[in-house]
């Protein structure tokens, strides 16, 4: 039996942010493994108890989910090979705690750590964590395909691409593994082995609304390389779509099995070629499917012009993130994000006119002085004006994997790899702190800029738009969210009612 596993959803008390969806990742690992008669299960933390608010024991932190505990209580106990998804390297400290339990109660059994944080460091992990035997690297489903048959069979784990893991005490990683090239071919995710309905009925979610949202993705990887972005190291620069009416006939699929409302697009970056999405959106229209569809993970703006906005809603699509991070034309260069900013307020204004929910994501990078603060403070203002509706304004948080990551370490302005750094991410959508990496700016000073965007920016959307200010309220009220930033506000009260209970409880005799 192969155990997939992923462990609960962490946060601090005054964490801003969404926290809980469904793993899309393991699902489409175990929908390969599956595919190979691979018998698989899946114990999700999240998903299995998505209510459940605990203390973690290492940090003022929270878990989400499912109890260290239960978790290895959950796994099989005919389990020979248990594998865990790293993606965050705030959650590292947790996780490799949780595999320090799993080999206590399974000795015998291979553990294999992989996703993006894994991908990063996977020698720290290997070093540090004797518990894990393997980590797979970028691209999953092959990867654990091949390891599965190879440990089963031959266990020649060099034969094996795109893995790292140790032999006799040395840590060897073999050739890496190519980028699947028909991503048309991959089995689609196998949503059977999730406790999808707790997500469903809770209108859980990366997107905005609370209905019943159900994941998608319809492309792969990235063709930019930004600094501040591990995806170069995770995905490589290649960028791979499906064939459009692929991805229709899933939603069509997953409306009739799951009772789907809306389908929240995972895409690093989904909108690349014009010609795709317009290919995409006639096929929605045509075959008229009762859904709403989001893109809420960031994407270009260069492809959508009023042409795609039109067909974007027309076939469904209510909201869109965009991802310019900065205001200065300076840091977009020096930080390579290739966007041009006039292009970007075109189509964030005709996107918002066609009735679309925007969202537009900032950054405060490391490198920025005073005057960038002060382009990026005017575009926001102009962002506000053209009708974006949503903004998020955070501290660059250096994870490992990431180019930005690299220079800071090796210029001395972040320390080695360590759990306590691990433990410090945790901390960075705190809406109460903030951690600098600008030698320009305190922490105090970035979390007052933070503040000064944020208010600025909501107080002169509804100035702009005067009623949104009743449409926001009414739809808090209700439970019934139509942006990022209502849907955030109601999870955030909903989870700090809950910690607030938590230490209630915890402090009767």
């Not at 969806?21 to 299960?41: C, D, E, K, Q, R």
């Not at 204004?349 to 005073?370: C, E, H, T, Y």
């Not at 503040?451 to 739809?475: E, I, K």
């Amino acid at each position: 039996m192969v155990t997939l596993v992923k462990a609960p959803a962490l946060a601090t008390s005054l964490t801003f942010r969404n926290l809980v969806t469904p793993p899309i990742g393991l699902a489409y690992i175990a929908g390969s493994l599956t595919a190979h008669n691979i018998s698989t299960h899946i114990v999700d933390a999240v998903g299995e108890n998505p209510d459940q608010i605990f203390p973690l024991s290492y940090c003022t932190g929270y878990g989400i989910g499912l109890t260290m505990q239960q978790i290895v209580s959950a796994i099989p106990q005919n389990s020979d090979i248990i594998g865990l998804s790293s993606m965050f390297s705030n959650s590292w400290s947790f996780e490799w705690r949780l595999v320090e339990e799993i080999r206590a109660q399974f000795p015998d059994a291979r553990i294999v750590v992989g996703g993006e944080h894994a991908t990063a460091c996977p020698e720290y992990i290997l070093t540090t964590c004797l518990a894990v035997d393997i980590v797979a690297m970028g691209e999953g489903e092959e990867t654990m395909v091949d390891l599965v048959n190879n440990i089963r069979t031959r266990d020649h784990l060099e034969r094996v691409a795109g893995i790292v893991f140790r032999d006799d005490g040395i840590i060897r990683a073999t050739q890496r593994r190519k980028r699947i090239g028909d991503i048309d071919s991959i089995p689609l995710p196998a949503w059977s082995l999730v406790p999808l309905e707790n997500y469903m009925a809770r209108g859980l979610g990366h997107g905005s609304m609370h209905v019943r949202n159900m994941p998608l993705m319809a492309t792969r990887g990235c063709p930019f390389q930004c600094t501040f972005c591990s995806s170069p190291q995770m995905w490589t620069t290649k960028w791979s779509a499906r064939k459009p009416s692929l991805v229709v006939d899933e939603m069509e699929a997953q409306i009739k099995a799951f009772n789907a409302e809306n389908f929240d697009l995972y895409d690093l970056t989904a909108i690349i070629r014009k010609d795709w999405i317009v290919e995409f959106t006639n096929e929605l229209i045509r075959r008229n499917l009762p859904v709403t569809y989001q893109l809420p993970s960031g994407t270009r703006s260069e492809a959508i012009d009023e042409e795609v906005v039109d067909l974007l809603y027309r076939s469904g699509c209510r909201n869109m993130n965009y991802a310019p991070e900065s205001g200065s034309p300076e840091t977009l260069e020096a930080i390579k994000k290739r966007v041009k900013l006039p292009k970007l307020l075109h189509s964030l204004q005709a996107a918002s006119k066609r009735g679309l929910s925007v969202m537009v994501n900032i950054i405060l990078f490391p490198r920025d002085k005073p005057i960038d603060v002060l382009k990026t403070f005017v575009f926001m203002v102009q962002c506000a004006f053209y009708g974006a509706d949503d903004i998020t304004f955070v501290p660059f948080v250096p994870y490992p994997g990431t180019e930005l990551h690299a220079e800071l370490v090796a210029s001395g302005a972040l320390p080695e790899l360590s759990e306590a750094y691990f433990i410090s991410l945790l901390t960075h959508s705190d809406i109460s702190r903030a951690t600098s990496h600008n030698p320009n700016f305190s922490e105090r000073q970035v979390h007052y800029i933070r503040t000064l965007f944020l208010a600025s920016f909501y107080v002169l959307s509804y100035l702009f738009r005067p009623r949104r200010v009743l449409s926001s309220a009414a739809h808090i009220f209700r439970n019934k969210p139509r942006t990022k930033g209502e849907k955030t506000i109601i999870q955030f009260a909903q989870r700090l009612l809950k910690i607030r209970a938590l230490k209630y409880v915890s402090q009767i005799p």
